[in-house]
């Protein structure tokens, strides 16, 4: 089954369907051996010191992989880069296939360009339904370990990330992947409570850093809400493929993610908010209608290479923490 890559999570449905493999190319980069050195390599080709180290990370990761000829590339609702690194990988032989979400959530130039991604792997509409209810029934267990994260208190920040940032790709076999989620949620039903006093809300992409979520236990604080990886994991129930992804907010602007936002702060009855931007990242700009419209206090925190917090982070982290508590 030959692999596609994606920029960002689309409609996985389409490419299941069609026989493919789809492959986060976030996922892969930052779980590798040395993801510090694939952003090297991106810099040694020509990419900029002061461009997103995800992309560039993508960049190399792609170049990496004989296997890895088609990329589907998100050219509006992602990153402001991808328009670059559509043909920086067009310019190494790589076939890429463009998708948008409307900024405006509109279904029809939604269908459209689901419709579209259809015509380019040759599917119609029975056959992704059907890998969607496939799908679906592993989000369900996806959502039921949220559940267990932030009301019965059972799961860690990090596992609860894990689990929804990898519903992008179903790392690429579903059918595996559903029993390892099917076992970690059996396992995690029956886990001891956690006893951590401060409950935190993520915000923004996933962290480049791969240590916060430890920090922030270990100082007697949880993450409860990601936000982001959590929309990875389709959580609005819906028959309606078009539907499930204009209720998908990630892509969208940002006052339609603050009501997901909000409603969650209260119904998790978080504390705090820790909201990540990433370098050179246009939505750093957005942290100050974030901080306009939340009403709870808010750290943001910024990262740019893998790798762990750093002492300043990690001082500013156990001031908020201090606060909170």
Sequence with gaps: MDKVGITTTVPAEVIFAAGYVP??????????????????????????????????????????????????????????????????????????????????????????????????????????????????????????IDRLSWQENRVRGWHNHLWQVTCSDFEGDPKRYRERVRAFAAEARHAPVRTEAIRIGYIGVPPIMDDIYDYLEERGARVVFNETQRQFSMPFD??????????????????????DIEREVRRREIRGIIHYAQSFCFRQIEDLIIRRKLKVPILTVEGDRPGQLDARTRIRIDAFLEMLG
């Design 238 to 259: 819906t028959d309606d493929l078009v539907e499930q992804y204009r209720l998908y907010s990630y892509p969208y602007g940002i006052f339609y993610r603050l009501e």
């Design 23 to 144: 492959i986060d190319l976030n996922n892969v980069f930052i779980a590798s051996e040395n993801p510090r050195h694939l952003i090297e390599e991106a810099e040694m080709a020509g990419y900029p010191r002061n461009i997103c180290a995800w992309i560039k990370g993508i960049y190399s990761t792609v170049l990496r992989d004989p296997d890895l000829r088609t990329v589907i590339a998100v050219t509006q609702g992602d990153c402001s880069n991808t328009h670059a690194l559509m043909e920086t990988l067009q310019l190494a032989g790589i076939r890429v296939i463009p998708f948008a979400f409307p900024f405006d959530r509109d279904y029809d130039l939604l269908k459209l360009q689901i419709e579209k991604l259809m015509d380019a792997f040759g599917v119609d509409w029975p056959v992704v339904h059907s890998a969607k209810n496939h799908l679906d029934e592993i989000r369900r267990t996806i959502h039921e």
